[in-house]
């Protein structure tokens, strides 16, 4: 099955510092979410996104629907320790009504 | 609270044998699905359920079987047939199939012996 690009595949980065990964696709996608997951638990919903261009915040993560439409981007601002974990991108495109998932961007953080 | 519940955390089974996984949920949503994890890949759709008694398979339903007799419940079960059944598996539900945001569970990982 098709799967998007994510990168970077993993980050390790010291507290307090700003993080930025980006998802692409192939094809024009009209509905991309962002999903967090913890070791050994299920992926948490973080933002989701519907319109080009949109850009929307939750508390310190901020992520945007690239105007291309094939395009993604999550920032997460002032990292803390408990943003560990790794995060998804997915998203609905073409004709499918399947959701397609990104490989994932592994985020450690040092305190 | 509402929620979807997956059970058992964690599951062994001896090769040759069929194995059932719960999941249920509360949120009266009307979509329900099966992803399987494997390490350093995204999650891959197994079966999906956008109605009671109806259900379609993903894109790797090959050695998997679901039945959808109640809208809360999608149980899956892992068969013999599976070739490489160990993995982490995800249930999700959608308030209704289509374009919709996917809730999770919290996951079973299941070991082959």
């Known amino acids: 099955g098709q799967q998007l690009n994510q990168s970077p595949q993993s980050m390790f980065i010291q507290e307090g510092e700003d993080v930025s990964m980006n998802c692409t696709s192939s094809?024009?996608?009209?509905?991309w979410l962002w999903y967090k997951q913890d070791p050994g638990e299920g992926p948490v919903l973080l933002i989701a996104?519907?319109?080009?261009?949109e850009l929307t915040s939750n508390g310190r993560l901020t992520a945007q629907f690239g105007i291309t439409r094939k395009d993604s981007f999550l920032n997460i601002s002032a990292s803390i320790p408990s943003d560990v974990g790794i995060y998804f991108c997915a998203g609905y495109g073409g004709a499918t009504n399947k959701l397609i998932f990104g490989t994932g961007t592994l985020l450690a953080v040092q305190p | 609270d509402g929620g979807i519940t997956q059970s058992p955390k964690y599951l062994f089974r001896k090769e040759g044998q069929n194995v059932t996984l719960s999941c249920e949920q509360n949120l009266n949503h009307d979509a329900m699905y099966w992803y399987r994890q494997d390490p350093g890949q995204g999650l891959r759709l197994i079966y999906y359920s956008q109605i009671v008694n109806d259900f379609q398979k993903g894109d790797i339903a090959e050695g998997y079987s679901v039945s959808r007799e109640k809208k809360e419940s999608f149980p899956l079960t892992v068969t013999s047939a599976q070739k490489n059944p160990t993995a982490f598996y995800l249930c999700?539900?959608?308030?209704?199939?289509?374009?919709?945001?996917?809730?999770f569970g919290p996951g079973t990982r299941l070991t082959v012996l």
């Open positions: 094809s024009i996608f009209n509905t």
């Open positions: 996104l519907y319109k080009a261009g």
């Open positions: 999700a539900s959608s308030i209704a199939g289509g374009r919709n945001e996917q809730f």
